[in-house]
């Protein structure tokens, strides 16, 4: 039976399209974590040199790009709170198909990626967990210094 109301169901699927997309926008990455943020000297001090410019930034539009050697890393996140911190799911959006600063390929990381990081803020520090929290591995990072002209 054809719909008599063709009108009136596309106003209505349209109608939920934009409340879909305005409840999207408003799910943004917490305060705490955006911006870009670079490994403290602690932690890079114990990478090989070419893992110490490891940088991370977290935009508004709940992305997280990762730079890691020649990789550059996109994906799309999603955070909630928990024990404190903040757990980042994290969804591969794209990347440059480059080496990490390992040297391993992107395919390398993209079959060892993972998809769940916590993450702490403690004062001016953005501590990563490896794994978990209860591993009690982690790696620092904190804002960069930025070195102004005047």
């Not at 305005?22 to 932690?43: H, I, K, M, Y």
């Not at 940088?55 to 996140?77: C, H, N, P």
């Amino acid at each position: 039976m054809p719909n008599r109301y063709p009108s009136t169901t596309l106003l209505i699927l349209s109608g939920f399209l934009v409340l879909s997309s305005c409840v999207d926008s408003r799910v943004t990455v917490p305060e705490e974590l955006l911006g870009t943020w670079v490994l403290t000297e602690a932690s890079a001090s114990k990478l090989p040199s070419e893992c110490r410019n490891l940088r991370l930034e977290f935009t508004v539009d709940r992305r997280l790009i990762t730079k890691s050697g020649d990789l550059l890393f996109i994906t799309k996140i999603s955070t909630s709170r928990r024990n404190g911190g903040f757990v980042v799911h994290q969804e591969i959006v794209e990347h440059n198909d480059k080496p990490n600063c390992q040297g391993k390929s992107a395919h390398y990381v993209l079959s060892n990626f993972v998809y769940e990081v916590y993450f702490e803020r403690d004062g001016a520090i953005l501590r990563q967990y490896i794994w978990t929290k209860k591993s009690g591995r982690f790696v620092e990072f904190v804002r960069p210094v930025t070195s102004g002209v005047r």
